[in-house]
């Protein structure tokens, strides 16, 4: 059947159009804090290009030197012109600087800041093409949670949401290292009271392994909500600095459940460097591990 001249034609069905069931066929990125923070943005672009990754996710964490960047219009030009020179993307921000100025806070001085730090992560990424800022999702990190800060963290989330929309920012809760926020489950409950587009779920498997969370039925809880997920290697209770097959995540496993709920959004390899420059020569390693797991899906 044909279509009227002038008119659009009929979409094609999703297979005809391009196939994004295969795992594999997903973009790979890079955790910014796998490399030196000596590099400069356009070297740390090229290095990730070079380890075979397809773009980096940037991090933002409670140090003045990275959290001063969503200040500075200087680096919203150095990361674009990064970018546009290497042709490597940055689609994603990890903002981790709510561990020390979590939006829960009892303390008004701190949530302040935390809620001030989301905005400006949100104006950093409007600017510089980044889609997604997924938050370090603490009421109140370490032992002074309670129902109280559980509250307020549900009113300043709201407030987050509002403004991310309003930037055309998707905003996603990464799936922790602590009971509040530790599963998708627990994620997806609070995004189901938000119930907003622009507020996602970004799953950790790395953390949700360490903490011996039921995968299948967790992911599946999420589904089509997650946005991106971290790849990673630990060990029940050790959530970091594991190398990527010396420790117990089954990610045949994850990786199958992920096919299996036709996720397609972002993988992100989460590793850190600790500045350290021997530990580049690690990254296309690590980038061939994740290539051969996802080779298979």
């Given at each position: 059947m044909g279509y009227v001249s002038g008119g659009q034609p009929p979409?094609?069905?999703?297979?005809e159009r391009i196939d994004l069931s295969n795992l594999r066929e997903l973009p790979l990125g890079l955790y910014e804090k796998a490399i030196s923070s000596k590099l400069s943005w356009k070297e740390k672009l090229k290095l990730a290009?070079?380890?075979g990754f397809d773009f980096?996710?940037?991090?933002?964490?409670?140090?003045?030197?990275?959290?001063?960047?969503?200040?500075?219009?200087?680096?919203?030009?150095e990361v674009r012109r990064a970018v546009e020179s290497t042709g490597i993307p940055i689609h994603t921000m990890a903002l981790t600087a709510n561990r020390i100025f979590p939006l829960g806070s009892e303390d008004a001085a701190i949530r302040s800041k935390g809620l001030e730090l989301v905005e400006r992560a949100i104006c950093f990424a409007s600017k510089t093409g980044i889609r997604l800022v997924h938050l370090a999702a603490?009421?109140?990190?370490?032992?002074?949670?309670?129902?109280?800060t559980e509250a307020i963290f549900f009113d300043s989330m709201e407030k987050c949401i509002?403004?991310?929309?309003?930037?055309?920012?998707?905003?996603?809760?990464?799936?922790?290292?602590?009971?509040?926020?530790?599963?998708?489950?627990?994620?997806?409950?609070?995004?189901?009271?938000?119930?907003?587009?622009?507020?996602?779920?970004?799953?950790?498997?790395?953390?949700?392994?360490a903490s011996k969370v039921d995968l299948d039925k967790d992911l599946r809880?999420?589904?089509?909500?997650?946005?991106?997920?971290?790849?990673?290697?630990?060990?029940?209770?050790?959530y970091r600095d594991v190398l990527f097959g010396h420790g117990t995540v089954n990610?045949?496993?994850?990786?199958?459940?992920?096919?299996?709920?036709?996720?397609?959004?972002?993988?992100?390899?989460?590793?850190?460097?600790?500045?350290?420059?021997?530990?580049?020569?690690?990254?296309?390693?690590?980038?061939?591990?994740l290539r051969n797991k996802l080779a298979n899906y």
């Open positions: 979409l094609a069905s999703r297979k290009k070079h380890s980096v996710e940037m991090n933002v964490d409670g140090t003045p030197e990275r959290m001063k960047r969503l200040y500075s219009d200087e680096t919203v030009l603490y009421d109140e990190h370490g032992a002074h949670r309670n129902e109280t509002a403004f991310a929309a309003r930037h055309g920012v998707i905003l996603a809760l990464e799936t922790m290292d602590t009971y509040f926020m530790g599963c998708c489950e627990n994620i997806m409950s609070l995004c189901e009271k938000i119930d907003s587009p622009f507020l996602q779920c970004y799953a950790d498997v790395g953390n949700l392994s809880i999420a589904n089509r909500h997650i946005v991106g997920v971290h790849l990673k290697d630990t060990r029940p209770g050790v990610f045949d496993t994850c990786l199958d459940i992920l096919k299996k709920i036709d996720y397609q959004g972002f993988l992100i390899a989460e590793m850190w460097s600790y500045d350290e420059a021997q530990f580049h020569s690690y990254l296309k390693e690590a980038n061939e591990f």
